[in-house]
């Protein structure tokens, strides 16, 4: 590992790597041939199965009527919790707080009961609807106003980071506010549903092709509900469509299911809900309230922050704990507050179990972030662009003030670029002048309003679990001198396997075509961390980086002592390799090593250094580093009718030096698109019965093409490199660009706040729906006239 | 049970299904092309968008038997002689796809819309003609300069789904 890193600090020599490559599965994504869960052929005997899902929120279950399932046409198998013959658990915290089905508590609408197996999906699925369950049913806790109101019950432990007097810090400040945002979840919306086929082995084992961004805990879960060991159970996936963090732990329940019937019928069987069920069942982004006091100058320096994040975790744990740990680690962005106090409430509630998405919590802490920023703007008169300025982190040098680089966290802010990236972005997209601008098209324009916006990101890297800072990858060179590639890290759809393909092609010298990338699967790569937190090119490119130097350095002894060299004087390079004062084709020198016996398989490891986490002191080096990114939005709304266009974006994000700079502006325009659903129409709606009303595209609305932005400008930022050695001083770059699309919120917000004459701070909550902006409208008019 | 009798890509197939059996189904488990995807289920999403007698129609909720007789033209249907059509060829050079799931669909939406409006698509017309196509991943950027290079390829090369694909 140490050689592997050391290597990095060589100039890399021409190669695959930093070149903008198309995805690795584009010719087949384009021809249709791209083979997803649900699109390998049947095997022999395929049976289907499909879930029976709970018809209240709350309650217990009283009885649980089967017999017309068992009798309906086709119907093989029915299995309940009776049937599991491990644990009726799936959680991933290890809290035994969810069971994979009810046996007598139902604590959401939607939650399994059963599943039904027979000869056909269709056959399944209509005898799910027969199930005769009798309820007695209690009122459903929704919403974060009714969890509190009963009490608070919390699904983990929360967090709290405090750093300075934040008591005193807000006595002594000049001036200080008090507001609360609301800010709305998100579905996820892979385009491909959760599905899983499992097919029995002899012995205990079962193979089970998931679509999951974190196989071994799949394997993990699928061997513990059925009573095995994990070295019974293979799990496997070569692609996802989409996946977003809906498929870190979501996926657990659908592999389960299918394993367990498989097991009991002794046949390969597939699981496939439909998507209203999907959107029913699986978590989704938590929204939060956020509750906050903020303590500042006339200058625009805040003081202090104290703010409270509460959030709607659903059901069970899940991931809730580390979620909105997140958004406590992103309260601060990019600003350094003297004063802090920060503290997560975790609440449980008779809904969906909220889970990972793209950025963990830390939009939601980030938003709050530019919450606070506005509020100070507003309060003093000043341009938020200003106030964010005023307020970055600085260094520890004393023009930049002693200790301005400490965040919340006690982490020292080490390679602060927040304030370069956005004077950069706000020179290129003429910032200053658009803004004198809109201000004096606005004063003539009665009913349309324009509004614009830039606004940083820094997010940090790494699991804030430390341990899963870990990755493994096995290479194995084969005689014709082809490389068979596979790591921990899964494919859905951001770029991982061409990233870690490149990486390794140039570590022997070779092009992409003579390296396979493989299915990532437990058989080969074992106990790996999910595919999340952005981390995925920077450990497996790390392992799979480790794995191709021990057999460089087997290869290199080799050819030293085969061909009378000095080991220094072999090198890899472009097609061919260096020894001594030959050039031989790699080919040539693995068929000579093969003759004498060198290995020429080895696996890779990486763990991620520095980093450090004591969650009960609130302090620690969570984060190897920081990606940073800035972006501006100008949008024009309809003061009529809360409608509105984003009709300009201007992006610039750091990927330190990107290893596909294709890729990387696909995750950059992407996430930025995902993030502007989240924050404007995407609106997710419980009824009183807990019962999800936003179950399909036509009530839930993701952004389509015309919602992009009209001008849509989006740059790496150059020369660059990341300031740890990563793998090619590269950064990651999956979650960071969702948070861009902040830029957005505020722009519609100083659109709106121009109906004042920007004397009032429009609060504007997400999602910024064109009915939430026509409120702040009506609103900020009113007190702008009392 | 009932009879339908389709041309798919070009191909005379026949069989005997439920009636209830959607042509998405019956493309995918029938015939074993499983390049159009179900995503929605509800025809809004696009993933499962085929051709039939030349026009874009959502297979994920249209019945097989309601189309006998008719000419579909699936993802698979497209290239000819090994070769992508210029709208694949698009996509891929273009960089309009990440997880694919949705690519399929969006290829023969943007056939269609070739065919219905020509080869000189502006970007606000594809923005808007685009509507019946979800995809999560991308941003649609990508996707839109794809269907606006594909669009005058296809022109150059005299392509149309029906010329490539019947």
């Known amino acids: 590992m140490a050689d592997a890193r050391r290597k990095l600090d060589i100039a890399a020599e021409a190669g695959p790597v930093g070149g903008a490559l198309a995805h690795d599965s584009a010719a087949k994504h384009v021809a249709g041939e791209a083979v997803y869960i649900d699109d390998i052929a049947a095997p022999d005997g395929l049976l289907h199965a499909y879930l029976g899902l709970s018809t209240v929120a709350h309650g217990r279950l009283l009885s649980l009527d089967l017999a017309a399932v068992r009798a309906a046409p086709g119907v093989v198998g029915v299995l309940t919790a009776a049937d599991v013959p491990g644990v009726n658990d799936i959680s991933s915290t290890h809290r035994q707080d969810e069971p994979l089905f009810a046996t007598d508590r139902i604590l959401f609408h939607g939650q399994p009961l059963f599943a039904v197996v027979a000869g056909t999906r269709e056959q399944a699925r209509h005898a799910a609807t027969l199930a005769k369950a009798e309820y007695a049913e209690e009122a459903p806790l929704i919403d974060i106003a009714a969890a509190r109101a009963a009490g608070g019950a919390l699904v983990t432990d929360p967090l709290k980071l405090e750093r300075g007097d934040i008591a005193a810090a807000l006595a002594a400040s000049p001036r200080r506010l008090k507001g609360s945002m609301a800010i709305g979840g998100q579905e996820h919306f892979y385009l491909e549903s959760q599905v899983a086929l499992a097919v029995p082995g002899e012995d205990e084992d079962m193979q089970v092709f998931v679509s999951t961004q974190h196989p071994s805990e799949v394997q993990h879960m699928v061997g513990a509900v059925l009573g095995a060991g994990s070295h019974a159970v293979t799990v496997e996936v070569r692609r996802m469509g989409g996946g977003f963090g809906g498929k870190e732990t979501q996926a657990n329940l659908f592999a ?22 999907d959107m029913a069942i699986t978590g989704k982004r938590h929204d939060f309230v956020c509750d906050y006091e903020v303590g500042f100058d006339e200058d625009g320096s805040i003081h202090a922050v104290d703010a409270l994040y509460a959030a709607r975790c659903g059901w069970n744990a899940d991931l809730s704990g580390p979620v909105t740990d997140r958004a406590l680690f992103h309260m601060d962005n990019c600003y350094f507050y003297p004063a802090v106090r920060a503290r997560s409430e975790p609440l449980f509630t008779n809904t969906c179990s ?37 307020n970055l982190y ?35 997209c003429d910032y200053q002048a658009r803004r004198a601008a809109i201000r004096e098209a606005n004063a003539k324009s009665p009913v349309i309003k324009r509004g614009i916006a830039l606004t940083p990101v820094k997010f940090g890297i790494s699991f804030t679990a430390t341990w899963f800072n870990q990755a493994g990858a096995l290479v194995h060179v084969y005689k014709d001198g082809t490389v068979a590639l596979n790591h921990g890290g899964t494919e859905m759809g951001q770029g991982l396997y061409i990233k870690v393909a490149q990486v390794v092609a140039q570590a022997f010298g070779l092009g992409l075509d003579a390296v396979k990338i493989t299915a990532t699967t437990t058989g080969k790569v074992p106990n790996t961390s999910a595919t999340a937190a952005s981390s995925g090119s920077d450990l497996n490119g790390m392992a799979a980086l480790d794995a191709c130097e021990t057999i460089k350095r087997r290869l290199t002894e080799f050819a030293a002592k085969h061909w009378q060299e000095r080991p220094e004087d072999i090198a890899f390079l472009p097609g061919r390799v260096r020894v001594g004062a030959r050039e031989i084709a790699f080919r040539e020198l693995i068929q000579a090593a093969y003759m004498a016996r060198i290995q020429l398989s080895a696996t890779g490891f990486y763990t991620t250094p520095k980093i450090h986490w004591d969650r009960k002191a609130g302090r620690g080096h969570p984060f190897y580093y920081f990606a940073y990114g800035a972006a501006a939005a100008e949008v024009a709304i309809d003061t009529l009718t809360g409608e509105y266009k984003v009709e300009r974006v201007d992006i610039l994000h750091d990927c330190g030096q990107s290893l596909n700079p294709a890729i990387d502006r696909g995750q950059i325009e992407g996430g930025f698109v995902q993030g502007m659903g989240w924050l404007t129409t995407e609106e997710l709606v419980w009824d009183r019965k807990g019962r999800l009303w936003t179950r399909a595209p036509s009530t839930y609305k993701i952004p389509v093409a015309s919602d992009r932005p009209r001008i849509f400008n989006v740059h790496l930022l150059e020369n660059a490199p990341n300031r740890e050695p990563t793998i090619h001083r590269s950064k990651a770059v999956g979650e960071p660009p969702l948070m861009l699309a902040i830029s957005v919120l505020h722009a519609l917000s100083d659109a709106v706040a121009s109906v004042g004459d920007y004397r009032v701070c429009p609060r504007l909550d997400a999602p910024a729906t064109p009915e939430r902006v026509l409120d702040a409208v009506e609103r900020v008019r009113a007190e702008a006239a009392s | 049970m009932t009879t339908v009798s389709l041309t798919v890509n070009g191909k005379a197939v026949s069989a005997n299904i439920d009636p209830r059996t959607l042509l998405v189904q019956f493309l995918r488990e029938n015939l074993r092309l499983t390049g159009t995807h179900v995503g929605c289920d509800t025809s809004q999403c696009g993933a499962c968008l085929v051709h039939i007698d030349g026009k874009a129609v959502k297979a994920c909720t249209t019945l097989a038997v309601s189309v006998d007789g008719a000419a579909i033209t699936t993802i698979e249907g497209l290239a000819q002689d090994g070769k992508l059509h210029p709208m694949q060829e698009a996509f891929r050079e273009h960089h309009g796809l990440q997880c694919g799931f949705c690519t399929p669909g969006m290829i023969m939406s943007a056939v269609d819309m070739v065919n219905r409006r020509g080869h000189e698509l502006d970007e606000k017309t594809i923005r808007e003609d685009l509507d019946g196509n979800i995809c999560r991943c991308t941003g649609y950027h990508n996707i839109v300069k794809a269907i606006a290079a594909g669009a005058e390829a296809m022109g150059k090369a005299g392509v149309t789904t029906r010329q490539a694909a019947e």
Do not use: W
């Open chain 1, 256 to 277: 389960c299911v299918a394993a367990l019937a498989a097991r009991k019928l002794k046949r390969p069987v597939k699981l496939r809900p439909d998507r209203d069920d």
């Open chain 1, 354 to 390: 909220n889970t990972a998405f793209r950025g963990f919590g830390g939009p939601q802490g980030m938003v709050g972030a530019e919450r606070f920023i506005e509020e100070v703007a507003f309060a003093t008169g000043l341009d938020p662009l200003e106030v964010r300025k005023r």
């Open chain 1, 394 to 428: 600085g260094g520890n040098s004393s023009t930049e003030g002693l200790g301005r680089d400490l965040t919340p966290y006690y982490q020292q802010v080490e390679d602060n670029i927040a304030g370069h990236v956005i004077s950069e972005l706000e020179r290129r």
